[in-house]
């Protein structure tokens, strides 16, 4: 068998049903920016279940949010990105379609202020967004200024290039590089 699963739970499934069924594996996945493979013979090599990956370093956000200075930040900000705008948001719109404001309420009550804000400004953006191609174009681009021009143009008025820290060193320095504002050109691809 042949696998390249996207989680754990389905990795480990498939590689027990080959050893219990004494078939061989190839197993294939991904790490961040980093490929792995195991081939995994029953009865003469390891199986993918008898070995433990190392746990994963997080990341912390500011890292993420400010100052990605690895191919890793940008791969686990894109990956929150997309969860965020495709998965998270959606399903709060359709717990708040179903259930109506019962569903804010209840994440009031809960006590996830977090959680109740992040909600209500995804139905603010859902109800602002026209039911149209023009409405989801002018959505995208909407994401695509906020992310890669306005956001970077705010960091670097906080911080601009001649910016010192308190020790006074450049703060643009070391792990923490200066970006770059792209605003969005309908002529470059």
Request: charged share 15%.
């Amino acid at each position: 068998a042949i696998n390249a699963l996207d989680n754990v739970e389905a990795r480990l499934y498939v590689d027990s049903q080959c050893v219990l069924h004494r078939l061989p594996l190839l197993e294939s996945g991904t790490s961040g920016a980093k490929g792995n493979t195991q081939v995994v013979l029953p009865g003469l090599s390891a199986s993918y279940g008898s070995s433990v990956d190392p746990p994963e370093p997080a990341v912390p956000v500011c890292t993420l949010k400010s100052f990605p200075y690895l191919i890793e930040h940008t791969l686990q900000w894109a990956r929150d990105a997309f969860e965020g705008e495709f998965a998270n948001a959606p399903g709060s719109l359709r717990k708040w379609l179903d259930a109506g404001d019962t569903y804010l309420a209840t994440l009031q009550e809960e006590g996830a202020s977090g959680s109740y804000e992040t909600a209500v400004q995804v139905i603010a953006r859902a109800a602002a967004v026209p039911p149209s191609s023009l409405g989801c174009a002018l959505w995208a681009l909407g994401r695509f200024a906020e992310w890669f021009d306005d956001g970077i143009t705010s960091l670097l008025q906080t911080h601009p290039p001649s910016h010192m820290t308190e020790e006074g060193s450049p703060f643009w320095s070391g792990s923490r590089r200066m970006p770059t504002p792209t605003p969005y050109d309908p002529a470059v691809p």
